[in-house]
């Protein structure tokens, strides 16, 4: 009985210490990610891109962010922010009422496309959750495979969102992205892969192929497999244009 004890003992403390390797491990491979990615960089820069004929700004300072989106209807050039003070929208410049239900939707709206121009930046925020998974083959080439999930305090309007990594072993770039997000009917699930990467003062930016899974079946940490056998439809590019560093 005492050996029987003892062995679920050790099993038990060897499997904290490898959740708490994996743990480490994820959290080592984001910092340099992020590194290499020009994160210090983006802590202090006005970042300026296009995307889909709407103009986006980005300021951060010390902590402090105004994430902007600018773009002209039949009528107005409507802009809208998103800071540490809450969203905002103006027309023509002068601030309009937005109602109560419809600021949520702006704002994850404004900060999906600023969140995405600059990963993985924004990974080391506090209500990430951070899980290495394995390292993985794809296309030739070998990435650690990290699950980033969010608390729900301070995690945004779509905290249950959850993301898969797929970061290059020697680079230590992101080169494939997939997320899970809630649809009316069920889960939607999206893979994108990273190309036409280039740096302006330090900073990496890239477009992305946008797919879903052709099988309604599939799962999130399985996309990558999808991919590789060529199972994905591709959507959309994702591409911006027109991008300043300052």
């Not at 023509?92 to 704002?107: A, C, F, G, T, W």
């Not at 997939?178 to 302006?200: C, I, K, Q, T, W």
Request: hydrophobic fraction near 35%.
């Amino acid at each position: 009985m005492m050996h029987k004890l003892l062995l679920i003992a050790i099993v038990a403390v060897l499997f904290v210490s490898c959740k708490k390797e994996n743990v480490f491990s994820a959290q080592k491979i984001v910092d340099k990610s992020i590194e290499v990615s020009g994160g210090k960089k983006i802590d202090n820069a006005t970042i300026d891109f296009n995307f889909r004929n709407r103009h986006y700004k980005a300021k951060r300072s010390n902590g402090a962010y105004q994430l902007e989106r600018k773009f002209s209807d039949s009528i107005n050039v409507i802009k809208d922010v998103l800071s540490n003070e809450g969203f905002k929208r103006y027309a023509n410049n002068e601030l309009v009422k937005v109602q109560d239900s419809m600021i949520p939707r702006y704002s994850a709206s404004v900060n999906s496309v600023h969140y995405f121009s600059v990963l993985p930046y924004g990974l080391n925020d506090a209500a990430v959750n951070k899980q290495y998974l394995n390292t993985v083959e794809l296309k030739g080439k070998y990435y650690h495979k990290i699950k980033i999930s969010f608390k729900q305090e301070g995690g945004g309007e779509d905290f249950d969102d959850v993301f898969v990594y797929w970061i290059d072993i020697k680079s230590f770039k992101v080169v494939y992205i997939a997320y899970s997000y809630a649809e009316p009917d069920g889960l939607g699930l999206r893979f994108r892969e990273a190309y036409n990467e280039r740096y302006v003062k330090g900073v990496r930016f890239v477009d992305y192929n946008n797919y879903k899974p052709k099988e309604v079946s599939a799962t999130l940490e399985k996309l990558d497999d999808l991919f590789e056998n060529d199972k994905l439809q591709l959507l959309s590019k994702i591409e911006l244009d027109n991008i300043s560093v300052n």
